[in-house]
Structure formats: structure tokens, C-alpha cells
């Protein structure tokens, strides 16, 4: 068997025991003589899973106990229209902070729901760049504050989050959940698609303030009710039971390195190396992000032209590291280091920009 380094924004690469172990156990889990995907969502067994993917998630990340964890499905882009649908009733407005795509995707659909502000707007600087906090004024009567607070496109990262006082801040974190510890008391909700830092696609982990979770509508179909999906444990209805399998193996995984400890160090190990690469290049690759706001999950560049980009992009594929081909909005290259990425991999991908430069200088 032969695995190539896989730095695709989303899906994404998993750690190579979760996928070991899901695949040993896909056929038979157990000795019962069937798959977990194949059995009842209200037996013992998915049960256990279940509840011990939420425990192992309390434990890795402090998740604290005045909060739900929720596995809902349909992604992010669920969360953008369900927290509107639940958040902002009639004669509220929420707050956006704008900071490149995804926090775009989330007010559009905020807007087809009720009243919304952006309250900063990094457009002028071409989204390359996190404000600062003495540059964000929140509407003290707002429903919610939403930002972003890792733009996959873009390659920008909030170091640190925003005091918004009173108001609920609720944040996406499709990008970075689990990549760092979070300063919970400012936080009153953090969702993600798993497809990027926990499993495959097709579940949004959403983590959301009890206090702030009472406010949630209830005259909605029903799954878009929080209160229903809390209720029930996230089993109201049918759960995408292997992506919750697939969370629980990347978290035990997480754990057995180490846990969170061990991750912020890979982490910053990883993004270390790219970033000094290019640093040191002497202006050959030119990441375009202010340096305070660079993103240590995806690391975007760019080279002298778009030629040599493609001829890098081909080479890299030679060199078994793949899935490193800029958003088609922006272009370039992307490097996406999340969890799963090992340490080699960025330092297989460090050691290639230096041959290509020398060769193609
Ligand atoms: C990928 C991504 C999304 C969309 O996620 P889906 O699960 O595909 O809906 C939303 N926000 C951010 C920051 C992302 O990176």
C-alpha cells in the first residue's frame, strides 16, 4: 500500500488508524455479523459510539458542560441557514464580520431570513486579513454575532477571538475545530463540516450555549429545530452514523498521540515550515496574507507566474503530494495542514519548493 500526502482543503486526509480500523470493522463489527452502518441508530452498540464520541470530544477539546454537542447533518452550509431560521426573529439584526468567502456564503443566507449589518467588510484589502479588535463596533441589540474564524480560500485565521460582551458570538469553525483550544466563556456557539479537520463529509458538529440554545425557535419543520435535536441526543431522526464512527476514530487517535497538546505542536510545526519557506525564498513564492493573520491550516502562495505554477503543480503530483491546487477563485497554491497531516508531509512539501525554485529560478 502506498499513501500520498493529501493536502485537499476538504474532503480531506484522515489519520491512517481511523481509516485501518473502520476498515477492519467495516463488514463485521465485533463478531455481531454485520457493519455499524448497518445497524439500528437506536441499538446498544451505534448507542455507545454515539455517546462516546460526545464524551471523547468533552474530554479532548474542555468542552464545557453548559454546552450541547450536536451532530447534525447537511454540512456548514446547514448552519448557515438553520441559525438565521432559529437567531434572528422578526425586528432583530445580526452582526457579520466579513473576511473573505465563506463569511459571504453565511450572510447571504442570513439574509433571506431577516435584517443583517456587516460590521466590517475586509473587501478593500482583497480579504487578506483579520481586523483587529479596536476596528470592530458590535450592535449592542444584535440577535448574534457571526464570523469566520478560519477562511479556507483565503488562508486567514483569527489568532484570538472578539469580546462581544452581551452579545451571542457564533462562530464557523468548519477549518480549524479541534486545531486549538477555544476561550469558551466568549463563545455561545461553534459549528463545522467534519469533512475538513474530524471524518468525511456529511455532518456539521455544532456546539452551542445551553442559555442561548433556549432562544432557539421551535415553530420550524422539525429539523431545524435545536431544541428537538437536543432533546433527543442528536437521534430524532436517523444520524449519519458512520461520519459519528469515523469522528470517534479520529478522536481516538487524537487522543492516543497525545491530544490536544500534541496537535497545537504538529500544528504549528507544520504551518512553521511553510511559512518560513516562503519567507526565505526571497520573493519567489509570496503568500499574500497580512503576516498577522496567517492561517496555520491553509497556507495559500503564489509563484513568480501562472506557467511555473502549473509546471509546480504537475510536478507535485510526481512527487506524491497532492490536492494542492488553489480555489478556482483565487488561484495559486493551497497547502491545507489539518490534524491528519503529518509532520512529514510538510516537511516533504518544504524540501520540494526548495528543489523547484533552485531548478526553476
Ligand atoms: C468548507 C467550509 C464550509 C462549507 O462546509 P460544508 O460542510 O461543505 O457545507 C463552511 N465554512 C467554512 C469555513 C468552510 O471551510
Known sequence: MSRIYNFAAGPSTLPLPALEEASAKLVDFGGTGMSLIEMSHRG??????????????????????D????????????????????FLKEGAAADFVLTGSWALRAVEDARLIGETNIIWDGKDDNYTRIPSMDELTFNRDAAYVHLCSNETIGGIQWQDFPDTGDVPLIVDMSSDIISRPLPWDRLDMVFAGTQKNLAPAGMALVLIRK???RKARTDLPAYFRYDLHIDKNSLYNTPPTFVVWMTNLTLKWIKSIGGMAEIERRRKRKAGLLYDMIDGSGGYYRNPVEKASRSQMNVVWRLPDEELEKKFLAECDREGLNGLKGHRDVGGIRASLYNAMPVEGAEALADFMKRFMEGNG
Open 44 to 65: 446498544k452498540i451505534y448507542d455507545a459510539i454515539h455517546n462516546e464520541t460526545v464524551a471523547l470530544l468533552r474530554e479532548l477539546f474542555l468542552i464545557p458542560e
Open 211 to 213: 442559555d442561548f440554545a
Open 67 to 86: 454546552f450541547h454537542v450536536l451532530f447534525l447533518q447537511g454540512g456548514a452550509t446547514m448552519q448557515f441557514g438553520m441559525v438565521p431560521m432559529a
